[in-house]
């Protein structure tokens, strides 16, 4: 931990944090119903060993997040990026640790933009739908309306169906909303390519604006390298459902990811690949 984290607020602390998950569906929902027995008499749910066709996603997860930064999160596909995500939202249960946290009145998280939209709705009442889901009161809304419009820059076309909005239109929507929640922390899950790159740099710009107005943080989850150097000020690197670095050095942290990707790799055909991956990434 750098001195400069520890003058940092944390908002966010896990602690030895784990979560499983059953292969087989019949067990999975016997294993459901048990829990739910258990619940229902006061006992935990899940938190016990390993049982038949169960494994970690995440295992021993210990990090703090801190206000005022944006964190990079990265690893390949199933090293349990998402499912720490949504532990941290509160969509899934922890099975072993803790997470804590402190100052956070609000979390926003974006896992599928267009999640929620009505294709039959204008523009204008799927900004209502959206802010619905995000937690946002019809008054919220209201009062935010302005800026969701501007943000998006979409005015012309909020009298349209979302169905015949470009997929880019309906992603600048979702996140004006999103953003529009004012969240103290702002989770972003593979979502950031929202419309053309002149939008994406305002996204970029804004973020970075955004986390040093008040104690809020941004966790951005992504595998694309150019992304994360662009906006990312800590850097944390995943595979097989443990955290593998934690770096504030981007650059190192990315060719540490890089290499933990390519490690099964002969040398030649590794090589090439990273020949690749500094071309077209890079």
């Given at each position: ?13 896990l ?9 087989n ?13 258990r ?8 938190r016990?060993?390993?049982r ?65 939209m ?11 739908l ?10 919220e ?75 809020r ?26 955290i ?19 490690a099964d ?18």
């Open positions: 931990m750098s001195v400069k984290q520890e003058e940092q607020q944390v908002l966010v602390s602690r030895d944090v784990k979560k499983k998950f059953c292969k569906l019949k067990y999975n929902m016997y294993y459901g119903i048990l829990d739910v027995l619940q229902s008499v006061g006992l935990p749910a899940g016990g060993p390993l038949a066709h169960e494994f970690y996603a995440l295992q021993g997860i210990n990090l703090d997040i801190y206000a005022g930064q944006i964190v990079g999160v990265v690893g390949a596909n199933g090293s349990g990026k998402t499912t720490m995500m949504r532990l941290i939202s509160g969509i899934y249960p922890v099975d072993g640790g803790t997470i804590e946290t402190s100052g956070v009145r609000r979390t926003t998280s974006i896992f599928a933009l267009n999640a929620g009505n294709p039959v709705f204008t523009g204008l009442e799927n900004i209502y959206k802010g619905a889901m995000f937690g946002m009161s019809k008054a809304i209201d009062r935010k309306l302005d800026f969701i419009i501007a943000f998006s820059e979409l005015e012309e076309f909020l009298g349209s169906p979302v169905g015949n909005y470009s997929s880019g239109m309906k992603a600048r929507l979702a996140y004006s909303v999103a953003i529009a929640t004012e969240p103290d922390l702002f989770i972003i899950d593979e979502a950031l390519a929202v419309g053309d790159t002149v939008f994406k740099a305002k996204c970029y710009e804004h973020l970075q604006a955004y986390v040093k107005e008040k104690p943080a941004v966790i951005y989850v992504t595998n694309r390298i150019s992304k994360v150097m662009a906006i990312a000020d800590r850097l944390v690197v995943m595979s097989k459902g443990t593998r670095k934690d770096t504030m050095d981007i650059q190192a942290g990315l060719e540490y990811y890089i290499d933990v990707c390519l790799m002969d040398v030649n055909r590794k090589a090439l690949r990273l020949k690749m991956i500094r071309h077209f990434e890079m």
